[in-house]
């Protein structure tokens, strides 16, 4: 059993910063590429930013410049690190990660429970 535990969302007044983190935990051979998703209200849930198991980095355009993913591969954790924060990044915000079981050998895509962040204006 794998979990995804993601903290640090929170209200934040617009042009202020919040840095979420998000752990996995469990029955882990190798992390592949994570990231970070968010849904806002009536919206699709859509890429705000990937790494991968190399720190190779991909980034949504509304967020290019203003956001950043890092990784742990030590503590299983993925960052980010958000400055210059709109009202329209207010969303819920998903952890994903392409994880290996360790058995059987298998690859899976696990989802952690969503952490809220709003930004005032």
């Known amino acids: 059993q794998v979990q995804l535990v993601e903290s640090g969302g929170g209200l934040v007044q617009a042009g202020g910063s919040l840095r979420l983190s998000c752990a996995a935990s469990?029955?882990?051979?190798?992390?592949?590429?994570m990231g970070w998703y968010r849904q806002a209200p009536g919206k699709q849930r859509e890429l705000v930013a990937s790494?991968?198991?190399?720190?190779?980095?991909n980034y949504a355009d509304s967020v290019k410049g203003r956001f950043t993913i890092s990784r742990d591969n030590a503590k299983n954790t993925v960052y980010l690190q958000m400055n210059s924060l709109k009202p329209e990044d207010t969303a819920v915000y998903y952890c994903?990660?392409?994880?290996?079981?360790?058995?059987?050998?298998?690859?899976?895509?696990?989802w952690g429970q969503g952490t809220q962040v709003t930004v005032s204006s």
């Open positions: 790494i991968t198991s190399g720190s190779s980095t």
């Open positions: 469990g029955s882990i051979f190798w992390i592949n590429a």
């Open positions: 994903n990660a392409d994880i290996t079981i360790v058995a059987p050998p298998q690859k899976y895509y696990y």
